[in-house]
């Protein structure tokens, strides 16, 4: 159970770049980080790229007039030269600047929390990986929905054999707003995630599916794919090369099979995100829209709802618990647990405490780069006719 105490010595100075006024994401960074008044203070930013629009947002938040910055290069170089400079920040911009900021800010010496998808390419990946533990640093990746305490108890089923060997995988994160071109041209935000150059090489498989993907990776961390193949499509002309709908299958090592729908294009849908993992006895089925609840049909048995914060459930689930029954969470308190699990990371990485950093489950670096393998895989599947591809040495091969 969780209620605010604190789980680290003193709060961590704490700076973000974007999430500004106008941003989508910036305001679920700040909702996640200071929920726990004791874990983050934010302290400083560079919130916008519009450099007075984000200073006058700052003022708003609270933050201190003279360490509201025009661009994140003076930010590092600017608080290196305090005492109580910052020490993390979160990036919340678009997609193609997440590389040269992460990697500035390593440099600089700072824990880096990034949004997904992390970066382009797996390379890149890999050299900020190293880079990384070149500095002794951490670098989370803001999978918002996986803070969901119903998903460790998914885990911890499926790892006491609740549900049996696992034969199907069913994967959806799917909505309808950018079923017509309109928003490519008036959304902000919408016309970037189009743009093969901001967005990386993908729409809905990077923007939606990731999530999604390293949720599956949560819930059923011994489960590795084999093999996949994709079908995208841009049913928006104007988008292709980036899909705004694509249908992945999967064959896991396991010999289960699995099945992911991403699409932004699925008019009217307003509770997309769906996980059914099916087992030889029983299966368990999670959606972000009924946060609080998971099923568990056993075949030939009544279905039953598990809900959260209930004494029945497994200890990991219950010890990211923060309200209790009766009362909702969602989203917001997701969002806490996965940025107090950053916080505990750092604080365990600046200590050298090995072993806290081992026993953590949060999405880490290496969540962020099987992300971006995940599109890479896809893309060069879905771009080579639909074929089937295999997962090997990390690398996909044509077959
Ligand atoms: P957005 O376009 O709504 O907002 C971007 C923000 O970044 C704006 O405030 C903009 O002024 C600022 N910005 C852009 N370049 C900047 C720079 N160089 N320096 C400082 N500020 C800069 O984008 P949105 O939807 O908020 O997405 C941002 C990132 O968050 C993307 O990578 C996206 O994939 C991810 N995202 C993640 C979500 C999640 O649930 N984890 C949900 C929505 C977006």
Redesign the pocket.
Known sequence: MLNGEKKIARPLRWAM??????????Y?HRIGALRDNTAYQLVAG?????SE??KDFGINLGVDENRLYP??KTMFAEEAKREDGIEVIS?????G??YE?CKAALEAGLHVIC???LFFTSEEGEEIKALAEKKGKIVGV????SGNQMLLQMRAMIEQGKIGEIRVVDLQYTHGFSATEQGDKTN??QK??VDPKVAGPSFVL??LST?TYYMSELIMPKMKINRLLCDRQSFVGSRAPLEDNAFVFMQYENGAVGRLWTSSINAGCMDGHRIRIVGSKASLEWWDSKPNELKFEVQGEPIQTLIRAMPYLDESCNADERLGALHQEGLSESWANIYLKFAIAIDAKNRGDEETLKNLVYPDINAGIEGIRWIENCVRSADNGAVWVEYENKKTVLV
């Open positions: 770049v974007g999430g500004g006024r106008l941003g989508q994401v910036g679920k560079a919130f916008d790229i519009d629009r984000g661009n994140y990036i919340a911009t678009p997609n600047t997440h900021i949004e997904k998808p803001t999978y918002g929905f902000a935000a970037w995630r990077g923007d999530h």
